[in-house]
Structure formats: structure tokens, C-alpha cells
């Protein structure tokens, strides 16, 4: 069988597929997400040969989502459960699933149920029967969404793509297939602050767009909130694109024009029409936007070098508390790991 050298772990990866999925307080619809990926991999593995393990990262959960992971049948398929020492983010969660993951395929899904795994067949069908290398969902529509939180990804994705090469396509999600070289060049990249779906799409190879309509949540409610979401939205923009400096430099070169502008017309109206120059509203006006912008400013310049400080101190994205691993068949075996994954 067919292997390739993982450079962030140092350890083979056998060709077949992982399926990572980041969980966070999912006790209570775990066994049955499980159920659907195994009857999924059973599918694959009984019709295309296919090998596959699914990698549930418990990233710091508050409830037992750890223990009911752990004790997940195996089945037709590896059970990997990776525990983390704390809640580091989804982004370090991928990241964690991504270097744990043992086969050549990478395949990235929510713990929520929003991502059918019945699109599992789907994205798979368009890696081997097709040939692409990055096979990513998006959402069919957003008619059930708030005209506001509309407006909010429209303009996100035009200011993050405006900033760099390599556009990501709209309403892109995190539910998405990689190919063993595409997997492979995402394993490569070295930097700490990552934007998972920038960076897919960042690495070129055949890229294709599969829409979903997503389900209802299987339990509870989502613990994002417009605050988070903002966030979020931040983290990717300075993570990946350049776009937010150079919306600064704009409004600072618009600014400039328009004080130069005031300045033309004061001038005109004093030498020519003999108008006294305003006073004390215009200067506190004036000093209210400059000063405004001027924290603006410094405010994107200070993410931006937040940003640097974290790589330069190099720290582990996140530590693996506890790891465990199910075979197909059936034999278990765990340990325990605190060595930090870099």
C-alpha cells in the first residue's frame, strides 16, 4: 500500500480517507453522528475498497463528550479520539485532526449534524472518480438566514478576497475533502495563526464547489453568537489577507485628499469671497475623525503585529492531554500523550 511521510508528525500515512471532526460539548448526539460515518465508511469500504478512520478531536469540552467518544464502537472503520488540554479554537482543533490523521485523504466536518454524512459518498466520488484535489461544500442558500448576517458574509468574503491571490469562494464551509497531496501541502504550511478555508484554497491543485442544504442541528443550540462570529471574521482577515491594511491606507489617502480639498475651498472663500475661516466647530470636528481614524489605524496595525508576536514565540498550537485509539477490528488500544504538537 501506498505511502507518504507526514512532515509535521514524522509518521507514515496510508492511502484511504480520515475523516476529522472537531467536537465541543457534542455529548449528546455523538453515538448517533458516529452511527451515520460508520454506515457511511462501511459503504466505502464495502464498494470502493476504501480504508477509513474518523478522528473525533475533543477540543477542552465541558460535558462528557470525551467519554462518550472514547467508548464509540469502532466497527467498519479506526476511531481515533485526540482530547486536547483545554478549548483552543476550532482552527487549533483542525489543525490537531489534521496532523493526527493517519491515511492519506483528509476529510474536515462539524460534530454538530449540520453536515450530512451522507455527502460523505458525494465529495468522495469527486476525488476518485474526477480527480480533484480539494472538494469543498458550501451553502445551497441563505434564505433562512437574517438579512443582516447576509450582508455580514458578503462583505467579509469581498474585503478577505480583495487582500490576496487565492479568493475564497463564497459561503465556502469547513465540511471539505483533500486529496493525499492536497493534505499533504495544507501539513506543510508553518505558521500558527491559521485560517483553515483561506489556506485550502490558498494551496491551488483542482478545486470544484459541491452545495448542501445543511440540517438541523441534532441537539441543543449553537454556541455562536454575532459577537464570536465577529471574531471569527477578524481572525481570518488578518491571518490571511493584507486586505485590512490596505483598506486603512485608502481611507487614510481619502482623508488626506479631503482635508487638502477643505483647505483649497477655505482659501477661496477667504481671499476671494472674505468669509471668515469657521472656527472652533470645524477644528473640534476635524480633530474628532483624525483622531478617530488615527486609532483605527493603529488598532488593524496592532492585530497585524499580535499577529507576528505569535509567530515569533513559536508556541504549540495545542497539547494533547489524552489519545486514543480503536481499530476495525475491534482490538483497542490507548495512550496518553502531554507532548505538545507544534
Known sequence: MATATNPRSG????????????????ATGLPALHARIAEIAAKLKGERGLRCEVVYVN?????????VARELPAGPLDVQVVSLSRNFGKEAALLAGLDHARLGAVMFMDGDGQHPPALI??????????GYDVVYTAKAHRANEPALRRTGVRWFYSLINWGTRAPIPEDAGDFRLLSPRAA??????????????????????RQIRVDYEPAARMHGSTTWNLWTLIGLSVEGLTSFSVA??????????????????????????????????????????????LGGVQLLMIG???????????????????FVAEHSVKTADDSARGETSSRAAE
Open 184 to 205: 499533504q501541502a495544507l501539513r506543510q504550511l508553518p505558521e500558527r495563526s491559521r485560517f483553515f478555508k483561506g489556506l485550502s484554497s490558498w494551496i491551488g491543485f
Open 59 to 67: 477540543d477542552g469540552s465541558r460535558d462528557t463528550t470525551g467519554e
Open 11 to 26: 509518521r507514515a500515512t496510508e492511502t484511504g480517507l480520515s475523516i476529522v471532526v472537531p467536537v465541543f460539548n457534542e
Open 244 to 289: 485590512p491594511l490596505r483598506l486603512a491606507s485608502l481611507l487614510g489617502a481619502a482623508l488626506a485628499a479631503t482635508a487638502l480639498l477643505f483647505g483649497f475651498w477655505i482659501l477661496l472663500e477667504t481671499v476671494i469671497r472674505g468669509k471668515d475661516v469657521p472656527g472652533y466647530p470645524s477644528l473640534v470636528i476635524g480633530m474628532m475623525v
Open 300 to 318: 488593524i496595525l496592532g492585530e497585524y503585529i499580535g499577529k507576528m508576536l505569535n509567530e515569533v514565540k513559536a508556541r504549540p498550537v495545542y
Open 121 to 130: 459518498e458525494t465529495l468522495v466520488g469527486r476525488w476518485l472518480d474526477d
